[in-house]
């Protein structure tokens, strides 16, 4: 019996470390490069706040990477803001993208 749980908690890390994996390659290429440690912490931080279900762990890892990635492109306009062009006034109170 405890063969059998560690082989399915071994499993288990085998998913959330793939689809970490996945969205660290993910983000640098759709948002660009940046801090992958930071990035990668986000992803604990969310997969942590969230309920863990009974099964489907590879669902829930998959929602936990879509979650992660909807919070970082809406925080992307703070996190790197855009420099006005030449003649343009930005107010910087104000998002250049909206979400």
């Known amino acids: 019996m405890v063969g059998n749980a560690m082989a399915h908690t071994e499993a288990i890390v085998k ?4 689809e970490l994996a996945a969205f660290l390659r993910g983000t640098e290429a759709g948002i660009g490069q940046g801090d992958q440690q930071e990035r990668g912490n986000e992803w604990i931080e969310t997969l942590i706040s969230r309920d ?3 099964r489907n762990y590879q669902g ?3 929602a936990v990477t879509i979650l992660t990635m909807l ?4 925080d992307e306009p703070r996190r790197t803001p855009r420099k006005a062009t030449k003649g343009e006034k ?3 109170g104000q998002p250049l993208i909206s979400v």
Not at 15 to 18: K, S
Not at 71 to 74: A, K, Y
Request: aromatic content about 18%.
């Open 71 to 74: 919070q970082l492109v809406s």
């Open 90 to 92: 930005h107010d910087v």
């Open 60 to 62: 829930f890892f998959r």
């Open 52 to 54: 863990w279900p009974e």
């Open 15 to 18: 998913l959330a470390h793939a």
